[in-house]
């Protein structure tokens, strides 16, 4: 995952991140601001992962909710 598309759409996983992380509060995701760096690291500091779980769990998610908006943007084929 690009950080840049990720810091782009940060407002919109903002809500997101809340509930794939329920520790989260919304001063950390203040204090995250769409920086994926940041995010890894509070998402480390509250679930005692080690920084590279924390940056595949965050890819994980995102990518699950690109996917899962795309599909939902495409047009289903007529029959």
């Known amino acids: 995952m690009n950080k840049d598309i990720f810091e782009g759409q940060w407002k919109q996983l903002r809500g997101e991140a809340k509930t794939w992380w329920g520790k989260l509060t919304d001063d950390d995701l203040d204090r995250a601001a769409g920086k ?12 005692g992962y080690t920084r590279e779980r924390a940056a595949n769990e965050i890819d ?3 990518t699950a909710y690109e996917n899962d908006m795309r599909s939902k943007a495409e047009p289903n084929p007529v029959k």
């Not at 994926?36 to 500091?45: M, N």
């Open 36 to 47: 994926f760096d940041i995010l890894a690291g509070i998402i480390q500091e509250k679930y």
């Open 60 to 62: 994980k998610h995102v």
